[in-house]
């Protein structure tokens, strides 16, 4: 017996897809629009959480490709601003990043699917045209995710509210001390001095009550976050 609610409607055949691209990256957005934009529509482009809001809500596109860094808040942020005032808009989320913590953030939020940067035009292409037909669309390895995350192999809302305490900045710090990187290889990674390397760490095993790297390593390791 069905819920009485209609079904989102599927795009018509033989229309060319209508688009928005969300990345903070000017680079980026172009070379994406260079790449499917002879067979999708790309009706508009968002750089952080406010113009992606609004660019999205004023072009009703059928997909959004949405990064999940994002100046004001993240992709996730965007997601949750849209589907208050539309519940149907589709998502398919597009990073360089294939954290755990991300792939669950964005897909709790409401993403229907996320694929890596790494993905070629042709692949990119079918999943945006999945994602509107409303299948949910995942690479390989982070499908792995999102079925931990639902069988209780991954706790997903202690992962989201013990790194909630940390800044973007503490978050790159860990998963650097995570991979085995001293603090001086830090420091250089991330044109920092090793003084504000060694700040960082202690905020970060205070914030999540370890006392060690070791500790640490292995709290990054269960959640897959390096």
Do not use: C
């Not at 990256?25 to 790449?35: L, N, Q, T």
């Not at 965007?78 to 149907?88: C, G, M, N, W």
């Not at 992962?159 to 909630?164: A, H, P, R």
Request: glycine share 8%; charged share 30%; aromatic share 4%.
């Amino acid at each position: 017996m069905g819920s009485g609610l209609p079904a989102p409607e599927k795009p018509e055949p033989n229309r060319l897809l209508r688009v928005v691209v969300v990345d903070d990256h000017a680079m980026f957005r172009a070379g994406v629009k260079h790449e499917i934009g002879s067979s999708v529509k790309v009706v508009g482009e968002g750089e952080d959480v406010a113009s992606s809001v609004e660019v999205i809500t004023r072009t009703k596109p059928d997909v959004v490709l949405l990064d999940v860094h994002l100046p004001g808040g993240g992709g996730a942020e965007v997601i949750k601003q849209v589907h208050v005032v539309d519940a149907d808009q589709r998502f398919l989320a597009l990073s360089v990043s294939d954290a755990a913590e991300d792939v669950i953030g964005v897909i709790r939020a409401g993403a229907r699917g996320y694929v890596t940067k790494s993905i070629n035009a042709v692949e990119l292409i079918d999943a945006i045209r999945r994602v509107a037909d409303g299948d949910a669309v995942f690479s390989p390895r982070l499908a792995g995710f999102v079925l931990d995350a639902f069988s209780g192999s991954i706790d997903i809302a202690e992962v989201d509210e013990e790194l909630d305490r940390l800044s973007q900045r503490e978050r790159e710090v860990m998963r650097l001390i995570a991979r085995g990187y001293a603090y001086k290889e830090v420091a250089r990674e991330l044109f920092i001095s090793v003084k504000t390397v060694e700040t960082h760490v202690s905020n970060v095993l205070r914030k999540l009550q370890l006392s060690n790297r070791h500790q640490l390593t292995r709290w990054a390791t269960d959640r897959r976050l390096v």
